[in-house]
T-cell receptor
Framework: AQSVTQLGSHVSVSEGALVLLRCNYS??????LFWYVQYPNQGLQLLLK??????LVKGINGFEAEFKKSETSFHLTKPSAHMSDAAEYFC???????????FGSGTKLNVKP | EAGVTQFPSHSVIEKGQTVTLRCDPI?????LYWYRRVMGKEIKFLLH????????ESGMPNNRFLAERTGGTYSTLKVQPAELEDSGVYFC???????????FGPGTRLTVT
């Protein structure tokens, strides 16, 4: 079975500081991993995805994530937070044929001026 | 190009009543998915349509939930009769092919009182 754990339901950083959102997954087969972002009153938007190619994945808005098989992790980072990054972030895992995602419980990112 | 749309955005009903949620996927997307998020927990898969056929309905909670996609275009999700534990945000997503990114709608927030 597949599952995702996001450590920290709320993360607060100062503008310009490093953003680190943690995601650990469990999968009995090679996973595909995703990060989605949800801004208020909007749908989930794909930030980036790992599909067994390069382990360091670059996404939109300056975000990137590194797949570490030994740690079963796929943490999301951004070197310098911007006020517009305030949103809720979801990590998800999928296997086989992408027909369903298993999501984490989400992390709300607050960016302080 | 219009994104995935969902109607209504909010619905408040009493226990025992019926509610129907609607999802309009992106035009041309054969794959349509329903997910649900209950009270800040993880987003959970409900079911997957390929055109008008149910490909996977393993996530449907019970037989009070009925999903349809007549003609392979928009989809409806009916809850009858609604129970308190059905409250949550119902997301719809669509994709063109099975291995493509899923595009999410803004969700319908259902409150059962």
């Amino acid at each position: 079975a597949q599952s995702v754990t996001q450590l920290g339901s709320h993360v607060s950083v100062s503008e310009g500081a490093l953003v680190l959102l943690r995601c650990n997954y469990s999968s009995s087969v090679p996973p595909y991993l995703f990060w989605y972002v949800q801004y208020p009153n909007q749908g989930l938007q794909l930030l980036l995805k790992y599909t067994s190619a390069a382990t360091l994945v670059k996404g939109i808005n300056g975000f990137e994530a590194e797949f570490k098989k030994s740690e079963t992790s796929f943490h999301l980072t951004k070197p310098s937070a911007h006020m517009s990054d305030a949103a809720e972030y979801f990590c998800a895992v999928s296997v086989y044929n992408f027909n369903k995602f298993y999501f984490g419980s989400g992390t709300k990112l607050n960016v302080k001026p | 190009e219009a994104g995935v749309t969902q109607f209504p955005s909010h619905s408040v009903i009493e226990k025992g009543q019926t509610v129907t949620l609607r999802c309009d996927p992106i035009s041309g997307h054969d794959n349509l998915y329903w997910y649900r998020r209950v009270m800040g927990k993880e987003i959970k898969f409900l079911l997957h349509f390929v055109k008008e056929s149910k490909q996977d309905e393993s996530g449907m909670p019970n037989n009070r939930f009925l999903a349809e996609r007549t003609g392979g275009t928009y989809s409806t999700l009916k809850v009858q009769p609604a129970e308190l534990e059905d409250s949550g945000v119902y997301f719809c997503a669509s994709s063109q092919d099975l291995l493509d990114e899923q595009y999410f709608g803004p969700g319908t927030r259902l409150t059962v009182t």
